[in-house]
């Protein structure tokens, strides 16, 4: 892959990317965009994680990007094919707002930090430290991971960009 | 992912019915807000990925005017109604009688205010459906947001994200005049709803 290339992930969708190219996804909201990083191969990987355990699933074919609990090691596997090793891998992630505020909120409705705590979960699992995040708030937000740099910026309508 | 074991075509006529009602009493609604006729297109159903979802409404990254309310009672779900920033800022100017909303900044009585419809039309949305199909439904108390499309609908396909890839969407598109589309009202019944929607409608399952 070349530099400028820019690969989609879609929600419930991972990707992984190297030679300068960008991985992005839009519109996070209470999902989690987690990403992994190996500086010695600028291998990059991100998952937009849409729910926290792949207990509660009840579909036929289950998609294993979509759970923290499922998405974390499909995404490591598919980063340790490529050469990455575990042990030189940072992860960065954002998103896990609470877009809309209500009275006596339930489970549902507490989706994004229930979200960032299961990723972290995971991450903890494999010893994977998570160097920076920008989670929580209640406001959507685009990122991008340059695997170049490692550099992963964050977009949202209220404040502009961020790079952490 | 299928959703409808047999006469699939038929029952997604009758959902497209349950839109037509549902949104034709919330435009008579805003209509009577606006002091002004609002057409609504024949209401849509179909079964999307979720990333397609957004796209009804420009995209995942396109900036929103959105209320969301959550339906309790028998048949439960999600409802959005999504306003485009320009036909929000007409509706508030009509209602406020000043000009609204300049740079997007929006102050909290125009918040509260669009708010305020979002909750008449929903009401008046939801109402009709319970008339229609005698089952109790009230909404909450609704919730709005000025954000991302992507990240406000996600919201609602939780409840369809344990069990697939896709969510069904009962989308009506409201017009002023021959304007462009003013705005969605978004229905995405949790998934265990529709079997009481069709059997109070008569639907064989």
Known sequence: MTEGTLIKVGMADLNIADGGAMLR???L??????????????LGGMAHIMLPSSDIAREGQLNIAKYADTAVPELLQRMISKGAVTGRLLAKM???AQMFAFMGGT?????????VEATKLALERFEIPLVSED?????????????????????????????? | ???????SDFKMDVLREVGNIGAGNAATALSTLLNKPVDMAVPTVSLLPFEAI??????SEAVVI???????????????????????????QGLLGFDAAENDNYSELELSALSEIGNILAGSYLTSLADFTGLHMSPTVPSLAVDMAGAILSYGLLQFGTMGDDALLIDTTFLEGQQEAEGHFFLIPDPESFDKLFRALGVPL
Do not use: W
């Open chain 1, 25 to 27: 996804t839009t519109g």
């Open chain 1, 29 to 42: 909201g209470s999902c989690v965009g987690l990403t992994l990083y190996d500086p010695h191969l600028k």
């Open chain 1, 94 to 96: 954002a998103g896990g």
């Open chain 1, 107 to 115: 489970d549902t409705m507490r989706i994004g930090p229930r979200n």
């Open chain 1, 135 to 164: 989670t929580g708030g209640n406001y959507g937000r685009t990122v991008e991971l340059n695997s170049l740099t490692g550099v992963f910026s964050i977009r949202s309508v209220q404040h502009g960009v961020k790079e952490i």
């Open chain 2, 1 to 7: 992912m299928s959703l409808f074991k047999n006469d």
């Open chain 2, 54 to 59: 957004a796209e009804r409404v420009g995209g």
């Open chain 2, 66 to 92: 959105a209320i969301f309310l959550r339906v309790d009672g028998d048949a439960p779900g999600n409802m959005f109604f999504i306003i485009n920033r320009e036909p929000a800022r007409r509706i508030l």
